[in-house]
């Protein structure tokens, strides 16, 4: 009974944190043009749970803000963005808005032109507030 | 004019592009469920336009026209074409993209070379190699037809004074080298071209080493 009781609460509090995730934020390899940025916004736009859609080809993320208690599953993230011809590296879920992505990743510093050892050189970022990893 | 065909088919390719929604790219394929429009006016020597409908990420289809006037004589030939384009291989690096594509197609060929119209065929290759900063990229194409036979190769390289992001203007200055087949210009025609974009529009204008004008339009969506 013990066991079952924790259970449960580590599921409910893993649900939770997961349902309140408003922002999913990709790592996306081969994002150099505005042409590739046109077609993953289109992408994403076109699932029922986005709600606006923010690409940075300086940090080489795609950031897609969710609707209220909507969230897009990882396989389907990873299939999208393989789909639209470009390699998923990481996968992770901010309460963030797409406002604070945007103003959080504008003060980041640029990640180098090409990059081998990290693709997506977020390494740390796992580690602040609000960052979920799941991919 | 000498090439009814052509232009009648150009008309209709233009008028088509129009309806659809505007937007267009370099590469033959853009991005999935996406369409390409694309017009070049080359130096005196090629002028040509295209169209593509890109169901996935890896193909797209659709028409052109190639129109080639000899340097040398100055006879004209056209080139109207259905055309399917292949994406071989994507290398999708962090900071830097690498692609191949492949190409062919059927279409009509007039020219001042020869009586009435001939089935073309065509056939071509690009690679090329982009990150933020820097850009080449290599097209080799071939157009033919019972009397008359046109490969266009084509080197551009790229730099661009800053990097650009998704919702700010791109800047590139690109030196260009081509070579043509089939008597249209003898040696490498030089150019020197200012590319612009943003969102899915594209500019490109700059002047060849003989002095002439070439300029091409873009657009994607």
């Given amino acids: 009974m013990k066991t079952f009781k924790t259970l449960l609460f580590v599921g409910l509090a893993g649900l939770s944190s997961f349902a309140s995730a408003k922002t999913i934020e990709m790592d996306v390899n081969g994002l150099v043009c505005a042409f590739c940025a046109q077609g993953i916004t289109k992408t994403m736009n076109g699932f029922p749970a986005s709600d606006g859609v923010f690409v940075s080809l300086e940090h080489r993320i795609v950031a897609v803000h969710l609707k209220d208690g909507q969230d897009i599953a990882d396989p389907t993230l990873r299939k999208a963005i393989t789909d639209a011809g470009y390699k998923l590296v990481a996968i992770r879920r901010t309460d963030e808005s797409l406002a604070q992505v945007k103003a959080r990743v504008g003060k980041e510093k640029a990640l180098p032109e090409v990059k081998h050892a990290h693709p997506a050189g977020h390494e740390g970022m796992a580690d602040m507030p609000g960052m979920k990893h799941g991919g | ?221």
């Avoid at chain 2, 009586?115 to 690009?126: F, K, M, P």
């Fill in chain 2, 1 to 221: 004019m000498k090439t009814p065909f052509a232009l009648g088919a150009f008309a209709l390719v233009a008028v088509a592009c129009v309806a659809w929604t505007p937007d267009a790219t370099a590469k033959p394929i853009a991005f999935a469920k996406g369409k390409t429009v694309m017009a070049e006016f080359g130096g005196d020597t090629m002028n040509e336009f295209q169209a593509f409908y890109a169901p996935t990420y890896w193909s797209s289809v659709g028409v052109g026209w190639t129109q080639l006037t000899s340097d040398v004589d100055g006879a004209r030939t056209d080139y109207v074409y259905l055309r399917g384009n292949l994406l071989a291989h994507r290398w999708n690096l962090p900071g830097a993209q690498a692609n191949v594509f492949v190409w062919g197609g059927l279409g009509n060929a007039t020219s001042d070379d020869f009586a009435g119209s001939e089935l073309s065929r065509e056939a071509g290759v690009q690679f090329d190699y982009e990150t933020r900063r820097v850009y080449a990229s290599f097209k080799s194409d071939l157009q033919e037809s019972a009397h008359s036979s046109h490969r266009i190769d084509t080197l551009q390289l790229g730099w661009a004074p800053y990097a650009h992001d998704y919702d700010t203007l791109a800047t590139w200055i690109v030196v260009q080298g081509r070579t043509y087949t089939g008597d249209i210009y003898k040696g490498t025609e030089g150019a020197l071209l200012l590319r612009l974009f943003k969102g899915g529009t594209w500019v490109e204008v700059g002047a060849t080493t003989d002095r002439k004008l070439q300029a091409m339009v873009m657009f994607n969506f």
